[in-house]
């Protein structure tokens, strides 16, 4: 399968990255020991290029009532400068996918992961029945994070404007050259404070530059995955998508209880007057070197109990940990559990989500 360059691989090249393939994308997997910069990350400022996100605007009068329906935040409250994060549900309440949406004036934009786009697209097209909506698919747009303790310091030198005063989740702009203008957001996807960063390709070649000479450390997409195991956030493919209900996974503030309709709203609705769910998201922390996989399978009193949606070794905490989807009836705190990976028993035990509290 061909793969697609990040418009900025000459820069990760120079920083020493190590590649790999990911839906579709040569993307940095590392630029050294996976360990520093998970380090980085948790003590000072780490950026990692996010170009392979997609980028859809949906313009039109309906664009809002339409979106609200599809999505489990309200978009109807998002005010021009700000973003939500919603899950997209199938009308039987399991997820489709995930996405960052974000309010301008005139328009509202999805902010997605490359490998979740055409999923996401062929999914909101198939809701479009006599609604006045376009969509517009930007193609490859410029995107940088940056986390962190020391981010948003690191991000407003890169940028030359003061991000310390924003608000979360509030976007605002920053001059790129004459006639091009950035975004900047504060967001939190690892448990650290973040600013992203996005405009069009090829405009952000001089921010990259900018944010290293500002001390921030090159990030690949193998310590981005250790320090999202670490925060307890799932991930669609791994530990959420159509084999998961939306309450069993959907990480907290992402839905809304209050905003009315949308598809799948009638089943979460449901399980929220029930009280419970049979299964849900958990945390374990695990003895030994050898962290879980994918699909492992989670045994308690000598039955099974669940699956590990994914596992990690965290340089953070000096030990393997995953995240599992568990019967919650079957496990408690202090029961031993057993994780088998690949015919060897991995003792392992439930650890509160997040493994790793970060900054505020």
Known sequence: ??????????????????????????????????????????????????????KVEVRGPDRVTFLDGLLTADVKVLEPGTLAYALVLTDKS????????????????LDVEA????????????????????????GSVGHLEVHGPRAVAAASAAIGRDLRATA?????????GKRETGHAAHVRTLEEPAIALWASAGTLEPIWERLLRSGAAPVGRDAFETLR???????????????????????????????GCYVGQEVVARATYRGHMNRKLLGLKIDGDVPP??????????????RVTSGAWSPTLGRPIALALLRIDRVSA????????????????LHPLPFVRGHS
């Open 168 to 176: 979360p989740n509030r976007v605002g702009t920053f001059p790129l």
């Open 229 to 259: 195991v670490e925060a307890g956030v799932p991930r669609v493919g791994a530990d959420m998508g159509e084999f998961t209900l939306a309450l069993e996974v959907a990480p907290e503030g992402s839905i809304s209880f209050t905003k």
């Open 94 to 109: 399991r997820v489709v996918g995930d996405v960052r949406v974000v309010a301008f004036e005139d328009r509202l934009l």
């Open 1 to 54: 399968m061909r793969t697609t360059g990040l418009p900025l691989r000459g820069h990760h090249e120079t920083s020493g990255a190590v590649f790999r393939s990911e839906a579709g994308w040569s993307v940095p997997g590392s630029y050294g020991p996976v360990s520093s910069e998970v380090a980085a990350v948790r003590t000072a400022a780490g950026a990692i290029d996010l170009s392979d996100r997609g």
């Open 115 to 138: 490998a979740q786009k055409e999923v996401i697209l062929d999914h909101v097209r198939r809701h479009l029945v006599s609604d006045d909506v376009d969509l517009v698919d930007l």
């Open 293 to 306: 996989a994918h699909g492992d399978r989670v045994v308690a009193a000598g039955s099974e109990v669940g």
């Open 334 to 349: 202090g029961d031993p559990i057993f994780v088998d990976r690949a015919g060897w028993d991995l003792r392992a035990a």
